[in-house]
């Protein structure tokens, strides 16, 4: 258990920028037990729920990673700023990536509480589906 934020960080990041489907049991033990972690699609509580988006993650796309780009880092608050890099197992299987946030509260054992990710999920992924890839960068084009 990391003894101060700034190791709590160091460790995350690493686990984080290295998750694979046998080490998403490392990657939470970063989290709080009744840890919340929500992002454009989903919100849940603890450590099965989360693990669980992770590893769905690997079922639905080939290839997923996250290269943490920068690091902010507060008195108890974290923002990573990332990319995230795939392929789709179905339809477009060509290289993706998109750049998001991961806001991080950390409690007084230094675990996370609570994790918000933001990210536009239509440039992320509905704009590489087929038929609702079309509509969405049309209606993005308008803009």
């Given at each position: 258990m990391p003894s101060n934020l700034s190791d709590a960080v160091t460790q995350l990041k690493f686990?984080?920028?290295?998750?694979?489907?046998?080490?998403?049991?490392?990657?939470?033990?970063?989290?709080?037990?009744n840890a919340i972690f929500k992002d454009p699609f989903q919100e849940v509580q603890g450590r099965?729920?989360?693990?669980?988006?992770?590893?769905?993650?690997?079922?639905?796309l080939d290839q997923p990673s996250f290269i943490v780009r920068e690091t902010l880092m507060g008195s108890q608050q974290v923002a990573f700023l990332w990319d995230f890099h795939f392929s789709m197992k179905r339809w477009n299987k060509a290289p993706l990536e998109f750049t998001g946030v991961?806001?991080?509260?950390?409690?007084?054992?230094?675990?996370?509480g609570k994790h918000h990710d933001y990210w536009d999920p239509a440039a992320g992924i509905y704009e590489h589906l087929?038929?609702?890839?079309?509509?969405m960068r049309g209606l993005k084009s308008l803009a």
């Amino acid at each position: 258990m990391p003894s101060n934020l700034s190791d709590a960080v160091t460790q995350l990041k690493f686990q984080f920028e290295n998750v694979t489907t046998s080490s998403v049991d490392e990657l939470m033990n970063c989290y709080a037990s009744n840890a919340i972690f929500k992002d454009p699609f989903q919100e849940v509580q603890g450590r099965k729920e989360i693990q669980h988006i992770f590893l769905n993650m690997f079922k639905q796309l080939d290839q997923p990673s996250f290269i943490v780009r920068e690091t902010l880092m507060g008195s108890q608050q974290v923002a990573f700023l990332w990319d995230f890099h795939f392929s789709m197992k179905r339809w477009n299987k060509a290289p993706l990536e998109f750049t998001g946030v991961s806001w991080l509260y950390f409690d007084e054992a230094f675990l996370v509480g609570k994790h918000h990710d933001y990210w536009d999920p239509a440039a992320g992924i509905y704009e590489h589906l087929p038929l609702i890839g079309p509509l969405m960068r049309g209606l993005k084009s308008l803009a």
